[in-house]
């Protein structure tokens, strides 16, 4: 089976702090994702990588960047972190387009 | 360029009854659709896919969708709701051109009454 682990569940930090979200899997997949999920407002996706050291932006990238140094790995950094990105995010992979995407359980991101 | 829509954001029904989530999609290609489920403060798990094979897709846990070209939907059925199918429930269309990513719905939520 496919995994995809998020480093961590649950996350708090203080506004202004510079925010690592970490995702790996173990399948060699090509393509990794990074959405943030927000009640009423569903999946929205924030940046996606289709190669190492390959990335495109999503439907809302601002204030956020991204890091695939490595095939298996792709990290999401909050610049320096505000209240309105407290959110669960998700991380998912797959191994070429056309093909489902894998989830992993998220982080609860919480900006105080 | 793609889209979905979910026609109900909640449904409810009682134990043992008939599922029925909607689902409209747009697309200019012939798509891929999925739908995943998402068990509270959990990741999303596929339910299940079509890839222009058979219109009916079985799933796991019993569900099934049926896909309708000319009407341009992609409904998930089951026939005997159980109190674990409680959820959110997301459709999902991939065009495959490209690296564009899937593009979700907003999510139907499922409640289950005993």
Request: aromatic content about 12%.
């Amino acid at each position: 089976d496919v995994k995809v682990t998020q480093s961590s569940r649950y996350l708090v930090k203080r506004t202004g702090e510079k925010v690592f979200l970490e995702c790996v899997q173990d399948m060699d997949h090509e393509n990794m994702f990074w959405y943030r999920q927000d009640p009423g407002l569903g999946l929205r996706l924030i940046y996606f990588s289709y190669d190492v050291k390959m990335k495109e932006k999503g439907d809302i990238p601002e204030g956020y960047s991204v890091s695939r140094e490595k095939k298996e790995r792709f990290s999401l950094i909050l610049e320096s972190a505000s209240t309105n990105q407290t959110s669960m995010y998700l991380c998912a992979s797959r191994p070429w387009r056309d093909q489902p995407q894998h989830f992993g359980d998220g982080t609860r991101l919480s900006i105080l | 360029a793609q889209s979905v829509t979910q026609l109900d954001s909640h449904v409810s029904v009682s134990e043992g009854t008939p599922v029925l989530l909607r689902c409209n999609y747009s697309s200019s290609y012939s798509p891929s659709l999925f739908w995943y489920v998402q068990h509270p403060n959990k990741g999303l798990q596929l339910l299940l896919k079509y890839t222009s094979a058979a219109t009916l897709v079985k799933g796991i846990n019993g569900f099934e969708a049926e896909f309708k070209k000319s009407e341009t939907s992609f409904h998930l059925t089951k026939p005997s709701a159980h109190m674990s199918d409680a959820a959110e429930y997301f459709c999902v269309v991939s065009e495959g051109i490209g690296n564009t990513p899937l593009v979700f719905g907003k999510g139907t939520r499922l409640s289950v009454i005993a």
